[in-house]
Antibody, heavy 120, light 110 residues
């Protein structure tokens, strides 16, 4: 059974940093691209970043480019996003999701999400 | 403002059919596959449709998808109260070099 379990969310002050993790199980992690998607309170889905199966290629939304860094450790079946210079508008539930076909067009499994709150 | 445009809400009675539209451009829907997600209250999104009209294992055939030009449509027939949720379309956008989602449509089953 495929499982994705995010962790690392919490309350952080504006300008602060946070690292989220997503532990994967039930599939060959290194074979699949992965993404982070966020959802601000009461709002829709917003793609944050994506990474290839090998980790050699990363992609970022303009809203986080230069502040967020996505990575993966295939030996630990774990996905990460390092979030720096956090702003109030980064407050959201952050989900990791798996891309089954490597085209970043659809995502078949999602974690339960971890809440990040940026506030003083 | 989302790149893909969906109606904010739709409603229908139990047992009826409803459609949800998703409008984009040649940069996204016009040249890429569309997917649809269901998000029940307080839960993570769940994939309903991929590659415009394919259903993952376990998704009932009450859910259907179609695409024409730069628009896509999700159909839900035999509506049940358990279908009340937010529904999102998604695809790849060539101009933005990333996945994009619609703003979401809240389905109410009256």
């Amino acid at each position: 059974e495929v499982q994705l379990l995010e962790s690392g969310g919490g309350l952080v002050q504006p300008g602060g940093s946070l690292r989220l993790s997503c532990a994967a199980s039930g599939f060959t992690f290194s074979m699949y691209a992965m993404i982070w998607v966020r959802q601000a309170p009461g709002k829709g889905l917003e793609w944050v970043s994506a990474i290839s199966g090998s980790g050699g290629r990363t992609y970022y939304a303009d809203s986080v480019k230069g502040r967020f860094t996505m990575s993966r450790d295939n030996s630990k079946n774990t996905l990460y996003v390092q979030m720096n210079s956090l702003r109030a508008e980064d407050t959201a539930i952050y989900y990791c999701a798996k891309d089954p076909r490597g085209q970043l067009e659809s995502f078949d499994y999602w974690g339960q999400g971890t809440l990040v709150t940026v506030s003083s | 403002q989302s790149v893909l445009t969906q109606p904010p809400s739709v409603s229908a009675a139990p047992g009826q059919k409803v459609t949800i539209s998703c409008s984009g451009s040649s940069s996204n829907i016009g040249n890429n596959y569309v997917s649809w997600y269901q998000q029940l209250p307080g839960t993570a999104p769940k994939l309903l449709i991929y590659e415009n009209n394919k259903r993952p294992s376990g998704i009932p055939d009450r859910f259907s998808g179609s695409k024409s030009g730069t628009s896509a449509t999700l159909g839900i027939s035999g509506l049940q109260t358990g279908d009340e949720a937010d529904y999102y379309c998604g695809t790849w956008d060539r101009s933005l070099s990333g996945p994009v989602f619609g703003g979401g449509t809240k389905l109410t089953v009256l």
